[in-house]
Every structure is written in structure tokens, then in C-alpha cells.
T-cell receptor, first 117, second 110 residues
Framework: GAVVSQHPSWVICKSGTSVKIECRSL??????MFWYRQFPKQSLMLMAT?????????EQGVEKDKFLINHASLTLSTLTVTSAHPEDSSFYIC?????????????FGSGTQLSVL | QKEVEQDPGPLSVPEGAIVSLNCTYS??????FMWYRQYSRKGPELLMY????GNKEDGRFTAQVDKSSKYISLFIRDSQPSDSATYLC??????????FGGGTRLMVKP
């Protein structure tokens, strides 16, 4: 299947700092990428849809000024958690649509565990 | 009511058992159905992908879709401890919007 690379795998930061997470589609071009958040033992919560060359679409309740998304190229989307606080500690996962036979499929990055002290 | 419902488990089975994981959905517009496996602290991994009613087999895994009853299943034969994970079903509508079930945690005991 298609490969989506996400970095870093984990990050620990002090409260008030900003953290950037990268999501790359390695062997296909992705005009649309998605960012999810997942708390322990819970399912994925869609945060936003990242569109190459345009503004991201945020889900209800997600602060766009808090979670900055940039999709500057067909293979890279970034999520920046600005002025992180302990309540932002979570597992963040990106995904990208890969076109192919039988319709588009969704592939996920390996996730980023963010811990804010 | 959620559009895709899934029993959260946990489901505990002995090694070698046949596992049945199930989801129901309410939106008739869903056209594609997928099963993902997620290990702890990892991103979901696509296991199976189907778009029509019936069965699709891949190794020890069989995905089953019944559009008339809006029911999707994943069967795992000869389950192994390494199959212990959370399994997420997902449905996609014509607009390519994907909706996940809440996930079922599976534990296969040696």
C-alpha cells in the first residue's frame, strides 16, 4: 500500500511552546490530507482537512488559531500546535488519500505522541 | 445515533479461535467499506477494502458486507497473539467522506 510518513513519532515540550508535526506522502501525490487526534482508548477524532494550495477546513470545536495547518505541496502537510498546554497532550495522526483501482483509499501516518509538561 | 456503530469490546479470545468483528451503519449513501488495524500508539493500518455486498478474502482475513442490512464484518481465522489490536471499521460515501466506527479492542491470549 501507499506510504505516509509522519514525524516526529513523539515529542515532549514545555507549556507555551509550539510544536510542528510533518506528514508526507512518500510514493503518491495527495491533494487532501487529514489530521486526527486520539485520546487513550478512544477512536480517531477528525480535526481538520488539509487541502493543497488552500486553507484547511476545520471541524467544529477545533481552534484554527491553535492548530495551524499548512499544505504547501502535494506531498507535505504540517500541523503546528501553537502555545501548547498540557490539555493538548494527545496522539496526533495524519492520513492521506491515495488514488487507485477501486477508488481512493486512506493511508495513515504512524502518529505523533505529544506530551506537554 | 452515530453513523457507524461498533462494539468497543474488549473482545478476548484464545489463540487459534475464529474472531468475528462487526459494525452497523445507518447511512445508505456509504459506498466503500474498510477495516483498519491499530496497534497501541501507532497509526491505523489498512487491512481490507470492499465496495460491494459479499465476501472478500485475504489470507486469514475475510471482510463481509451486507448492504441490505447495513452490516459489515471482519473475520479472522486462526487468530494469533499478534492480532491483538484495535480494529476500526470505516465507511466512505460518494463524496469520499470517511466515517469511522469507534473501534473494537481485540485480545488474543496464547
Amino acid at each position: 500500500g501507499a506510504v505516509v510518513s509522519q514525524h516526529p513519532s513523539w515529542v515532549i515540550c514545555k507549556s507555551g511552546t509550539s510544536v510542528k508535526i510533518e506528514c508526507r506522502s512518500l510514493d503518491f501525490q495527495a491533494t487532501t490530507m487529514f489530521w486526527y487526534r486520539q485520546f487513550p482508548k478512544q477512536s480517531l477524532m477528525l480535526m481538520a482537512t488539509s487541502n493543497e494550495g488552500s486553507k484547511a477546513t476545520y471541524e467544529q470545536g477545533v481552534e484554527k488559531d491553535k492548530f495551524l495547518i499548512n499544505h504547501a505541496s502535494l506531498t507535505l502537510s504540517t500541523l503546528t500546535v501553537t502555545s501548547a498546554h498540557p490539555e493538548d497532550s494527545s496522539f496526533y495522526i495524519c492520513s492521506a488519500r491515495s488514488p487507485g483501482q477501486g477508488g481512493e483509499k486512506l493511508f495513515f501516518g504512524s502518529g505523533t505522541q505529544l506530551s506537554v509538561l | 445515533q452515530k453513523e457507524v456503530e461498533q462494539d468497543p469490546g474488549p473482545l478476548s479470545v484464545p489463540e487459534g479461535a475464529i474472531v468475528s468483528l462487526n459494525c452497523t451503519y445507518s447511512n445508505s449513501a456509504f459506498q466503500y467499506f474498510m477495516w483498519y488495524r491499530q496497534y497501541s500508539r501507532k497509526g491505523p493500518e489498512l487491512l481490507m477494502y470492499t465496495y460491494s455486498s459479499g465476501n472478500k478474502e485475504d489470507g486469514r482475513f475475510t471482510a463481509q458486507v451486507d448492504k441490505s442490512s447495513k452490516y459489515i464484518s471482519l473475520f479472522i481465522r486462526d487468530s494469533q497473539p499478534s492480532d491483538s489490536a484495535t480494529y476500526l471499521c470505516a465507511s466512505v460515501n460518494a463524496g469520499n467522506m470517511l466515517t469511522f466506527g469507534g473501534g473494537t479492542r481485540l485480545m488474543v491470549k496464547p
